[in-house]
């Protein structure tokens, strides 16, 4: 079991999730980040931290948001690991809950 990060990160990445990890299984990309799975241990600390509310556990995925199961699993073995808190995106707070954001994903 894993945990994923979904839509809603996308143009905000607010990074909070990243301070609690204990095993540092979030990568970063240029606006979104990713949980590596086989490195995640479960530990549910994540997902509460997260003001988008964009983590959710594998098995609470909502439907639509499936794909984004093996997204976490590609990217998180092309982009680099991150451990420390940043800056939000530029106008990660009019972004958050914006539907339809896959389209502005960065790779
Ligand atoms: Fe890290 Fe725990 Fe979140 Fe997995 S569930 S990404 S181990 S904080
Ligand atoms: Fe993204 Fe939420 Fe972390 S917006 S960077 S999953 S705190």
């Given at each position: 079991?894993?945990?994923?990060?979904?839509?809603?990160?996308?143009?905000?990445?607010?990074?909070?999730?990243?301070?609690?990890?204990?095993?540092?299984?979030?990568?970063?990309?240029?606006?979104?980040?990713?949980?590596?799975?086989?490195?995640?241990?479960?530990?549910?600390?994540?997902?509460?931290?997260?003001?988008?509310?964009?983590?959710?556990?594998?098995?609470?995925?909502?439907?639509?948001?499936?794909?984004?199961?093996?997204?976490?699993?590609?990217?998180?073995?092309?982009?680099?690991?991150?451990?420390?808190?940043?800056?939000?995106?530029?106008?990660?707070?009019?972004?958050?809950?914006?539907p339809d954001k896959l389209q502005?994903?960065?790779?």
């Amino acid at each position: 079991m894993t945990f994923v990060v979904t839509e809603n990160c996308i143009k905000c990445k607010f990074t909070d999730c990243v301070d609690v990890c204990p095993v540092d299984c979030f990568h970063e990309g240029p606006n979104f980040l990713v949980i590596d799975p086989d490195e995640c241990i479960d530990c549910s600390l994540c997902e509460p931290e997260c003001p988008a509310d964009a983590i959710f556990s594998e098995d609470e995925v909502p439907t639509e948001q499936q794909s984004f199961i093996e997204l976490n699993r590609e990217l998180s073995k092309l982009w680099p690991v991150i451990t420390e808190v940043q800056k939000p995106e530029k106008d990660a707070d009019e972004w958050k809950g914006k539907p339809d954001k896959l389209q502005h994903l960065k790779r």
